[in-house]
């Protein structure tokens, strides 16, 4: 009986042992939830703006701007929230570069060749007349020595830039009387931007600058006798085939436009890695979504055009096409002796293009045309 009371005291002992034990851990559950929680509460949320060179919305450009900034905010679960501003909204379309620059926006959703002025060699990272694909581009920035490049470039303007979207091959231009022969460039007045209209220039055409929100006004007032934007899809939006019915292709220019996302290097640098990380991510799945995009949407509009608003499609003559490519090459050339940075650039370019013309000599040409026999 004694040594069965003595066992029962040990057993009543074990259990209030444990019966403490467990409300001890209740305890520190609870002091490690709330920690937790409070943890939670003091993650710093950071607020950035997107300065773009786009109408607010406005079809792949536009609506590219607004998924990346969705995108980032999303994947940071909310940590870093990125607000779009179109253009005009905060700056003015083409101030998109500097606003960045200064730090008045931290990041800007634009396309290199509207700063020309500030270094030539930025052109080459926009769309070069002639030169490469959306595809092609790709590959000689992540593989090629492109974007270390373009990095360079930009590192002067506190800048850091990252490709953000491509339009693919654009069409060669609205035009209100029809192209035959190069008397017809004679004392046009186009707006096309970067080399190609350096190009155009060179063909007796007068350049004019302006942002893609005022072209249509231009072109239906006689302001400008032509214009290029990107495609069927973008051209559609825009209305332009109420200003001019003659559309040509293709797009010699612009044969792979880039779209850039520009960042203020401070800014960046100030974010968490995983954050920086999130940005770069957000970024490159948006260089491939606007490509994309307008490469499942661009022959549906190019037939609403055609079909329901009688635009009289047209190809550029094969002889004006010879001339055209004649100056591209005369152009470039030029724009390389005269900057040392430039050089630099179309050197690398070249070379890649020269190189994977050849391997698409016999892959993605030859297919396409066997494709294309009956």
């Given at each position: 009986?004694?040594n069965v009371m003595g066992?029962?005291?040990?057993?009543?002992?074990?259990?209030?042992?444990?019966?403490?034990?467990?409300?001890?851990?209740?305890d520190n559950?609870?002091e490690?939830t709330?920690?937790?929680?409070k943890a939670?509460q003091?993650v710093?949320?950071?607020q950035?703006k997107?300065v773009?060179?786009?109408?607010k919305n406005f079809p792949?450009?536009g609506?590219?701007?607004?998924?990346?900034?969705k995108n980032?905010?999303?994947?940071?679960?909310?940590?870093l929230?990125?607000k779009?501003?179109?253009?005009g909204?905060?700056?003015?379309?083409?101030?998109v570069?500097?606003a960045?620059?200064?730090?008045?926006?931290?990041m800007?959703?634009?396309?290199a060749?509207?700063?020309k002025?500030?270094?030539p060699?930025?052109?080459?990272f926009?769309s070069?007349?002639?030169?490469?694909?959306?595809q092609e581009f790709?590959?000689w920035?992540?593989?090629?020595g492109?974007?270390?490049l373009?990095e360079?470039v930009y590192?002067?303007?506190?800048?850091?830039p990252m490709?953000?979207?491509?339009t693919?091959?654009?069409?060669?231009?609205w035009?209100n009387?029809?192209i035959n022969?190069?008397?017809?460039?004679?004392?046009?007045k186009?707006?096309?931007?970067?080399?190609?209209?350096?190009?155009?220039k060179?063909?007796?055409?007068v350049?004019?600058?302006?942002?893609?929100?005022e072209?249509?006004?231009?072109?239906?007032?006689g302001?400008?006798?032509?214009?290029e934007w990107?495609?069927?899809?973008n051209?559609?939006a825009?209305?332009?085939y109420?200003?001019a019915?003659?559309?040509?292709?293709?797009?010699?220019?612009?044969?792979g436009?880039a779209v850039e996302?520009?960042?203020n290097?401070?800014?960046?640098?100030?974010?968490p890695?995983?954050?920086q990380e999130?940005?770069r991510?957000?970024?490159q799945?948006?260089?491939?979504?606007?490509?994309n995009?307008?490469?499942?949407?661009?022959n549906?509009?190019?037939?609403?055009?055609?079909?329901?608003?009688n635009v009289?499609?047209?190809?550029?003559?094969?002889?004006?096409?010879?001339a055209?490519?004649v100056?591209?090459?005369e152009t470039l050339?030029?724009?390389?002796?005269?900057?040392?940075?430039?050089?630099k650039v179309y050197?690398s370019?070249?070379?890649f293009?020269d190189?994977?013309?050849?391997?698409?000599?016999?892959?993605?040409?030859a297919f396409?045309?066997?494709?294309?026999n009956?």
């Open positions: 009986m004694r066992l029962g005291k040990w057993a009543f002992a074990g259990l209030l042992a444990l019966s403490l034990v467990a409300c001890g851990g209740s559950t609870e490690s709330n920690t937790a929680q939670e003091k710093e949320k950071i950035w997107m773009t060179t786009w109408p792949g450009l609506t590219g701007a607004e998924a990346l900034a980032i905010t999303a994947m940071s679960n909310g940590r929230e990125v779009v501003y179109a253009a909204e905060l700056v003015p379309a083409l101030e570069f500097d960045v620059s200064r730090g008045t926006a931290e800007g959703h634009t396309s060749y509207y700063w002025g500030k270094a060699a930025v052109q080459f926009s070069v007349p002639f030169g490469m694909t959306a790709n590959a920035l992540e593989f090629g492109g974007l270390a373009w360079e590192a002067p303007f506190n800048v850091i490709a953000a979207g491509n693919g091959a654009q069409m060669g231009g035009f009387k029809e022969s190069l008397e017809d460039f004679q004392g046009l186009m707006r096309m931007p970067g080399l190609g209209g350096e190009v155009m060179k063909m007796g055409a350049m004019v600058n302006m942002p893609g929100s072209m249509f006004t231009a072109l239906q007032t302001a400008i006798d032509a214009t990107v495609g069927p899809y051209d559609l825009f209305g332009l109420k200003a019915k003659y559309y040509y292709y293709p797009g010699w220019q612009e044969p436009s996302a520009l960042f290097k401070e800014a960046f640098e100030a974010l890695a995983d954050l999130i940005v991510t957000a970024t799945k948006a260089n491939s979504s606007m490509l995009e307008l490469t499942a949407r661009n549906a509009a190019l037939t609403s055009l055609v079909d329901e608003h009289i499609l047209k190809r550029f003559p094969d002889d004006l096409l010879a055209l490519k100056a591209s090459a050339a030029e724009v390389a002796a005269n900057d040392e940075m430039s050089n050197v370019f070249k070379a293009l190189s994977v013309s050849q391997w698409h000599d016999i892959s993605e040409r396409i045309n066997a494709r294309a009956d």
